[in-house]
């Protein structure tokens, strides 16, 4: 079993920017493909980024294109997301996640994900 906490949510004013943390657990972090979603009140939970096992292929939502960032650092066993110039749509649930490993891309839907942090709110104010 792994475990991934998330942190740096918080209230921000639209225009301001946030970063994300997810750390997992275990000694096995590089062999993952990782995700970020999003889920607002009321709608189901959304692709956002994705990021390969090195860290040299990432895939973005549309949405988010130039404005969010993913990266990752396997030595601390951390997955970030840098959000810039946030709009209040950006409002939602953040949540962190492992691809299963027989996925050969970044994949876009929960499905293709076997474990999930706990989620972290992210609210922007116009």
């Known amino acids: 079993q792994v475990q991934l906490v998330e942190s740096g949510g918080g209230l921000v004013q639209a225009g301001g920017s946030l970063r994300l943390s997810c750390t997992a657990s275990?000694?096995?972090?590089?062999?993952?493909?990782m995700g970020w979603f999003r889920q607002a009140p009321g709608k189901e939970r959304a692709f956002v980024a994705g990021?390969?096992?090195?860290?040299?292929?990432?895939y973005y939502a549309d949405s988010v294109k130039g404005r969010f960032t993913i990266s990752r650092d396997n030595a601390k066993n951390t997955v970030y997301l840098q959000m810039n110039s946030l709009k209040p749509e950006d409002t939602a649930v953040y949540y962190c996640?492992?691809?299963?490993?027989?996925?050969?891309?970044?994949?876009?839907?929960?499905?293709?994900?076997?474990?999930w942090g706990q989620g972290t709110q992210v609210t922007v104010s116009s």
């Open positions: 275990g000694r096995t972090f590089s062999w993952y493909n």
């Open positions: 990021i390969s096992r090195s860290g040299g292929r990432t």
């Open positions: 996640a492992r691809a299963r490993m027989s996925g050969l891309d970044i994949a876009t839907v929960t499905d293709e994900y076997d474990y």
